[in-house]
């Protein structure tokens, strides 16, 4: 590939979207970093990490000390306006998971009304503003846990729709998929949500709009993207 994918990762923790991506120090992470990565396509130009809990920004400092401070932001992304983010093919993000988790019954969960769920909002707006600056993100790659499918208790199934719907209305065509840990040769049973979007100008999108049963047949856009 020769240009590469320039990624902003929001909610960035200690940096697992970028490790997957970048790999580390040109080792890849399929591998435990054992082997050399070579040409990965994708460059992380922008971060964002920042918990309103605590004064203490440990994951944020965790991060810059692994990957540096340069184009990393520990501000509250409420605050932060798109145009000051840098114009980017990919945004990726574990966007906060509290609302939607097994950590609390069903019935406390907030989902996209509570307090940290409202921070898919954030990714709307800056994908929407984007797209108004004449700049849109070509893709979307977000991760959740596997609740978000079945919130809130009282509406199964209504979070997870808005979010296929608030895309969808942006021009984005959405895979999505739940992928366990455990089926990956790692010792723990983790089930996480995945969502893959392309924006509608996109070779990938128009490739499914022209072949959708031989599309899923043949394993989605996640092998055409990320091989």
Request: aromatic residues 12%; charged residues 25%; proline residues 3%.
């Amino acid at each position: 590939m020769k240009n590469k994918i320039r990624v902003a990762e929001l909610f960035a923790g200690v940096g697992g979207f970028r490790l997957g991506l970048e790999g580390w120090q040109g080792r890849s992470a399929l591998s435990g970093y054992t082997k050399k990565l070579g040409n990965n396509g994708f460059e992380v130009v922008w971060s964002n990490q920042w918990e309103p809990s605590t004064k203490s920004q440990d994951a944020s400092k965790v991060y810059e000390q692994r990957f540096g401070n340069e184009h990393h932001s520990n501000n509250d992304i409420a605050t932060v306006a798109a145009n000051h983010i840098p114009d980017h093919d990919m945004l990726v993000g574990g966007f906060p998971c509290q609302d939607y988790s097994v950590a609390r019954t069903l019935s406390q969960s907030g989902g996209l009304q509570g307090k940290k769920g409202v921070l898919w909002w954030e990714i709307h707006r800056i994908l929407k503003d984007k797209m108004a600056a004449g700049n849109p993100v070509s893709y979307v790659f977000l991760e959740n846990v596997d609740r978000l499918l079945k919130s809130p208790v009282k509406k199964r199934g209504r979070d997870f729709a808005i979010i296929l719907a608030s895309l969808a209305d942006l021009g984005y065509a959405v895979e999505w998929r739940v992928i366990n840990a455990a089926e990956y040769g790692l010792p723990q049973r983790r089930r996480r949500t995945f969502i893959l979007a392309f924006f509608k100008d996109t070779a990938i999108y128009k490739q499914l709009d022209h072949k959708q049963g031989d599309w899923i047949a043949e394993g989605g856009s996640w092998p055409r993207l990320f091989r």
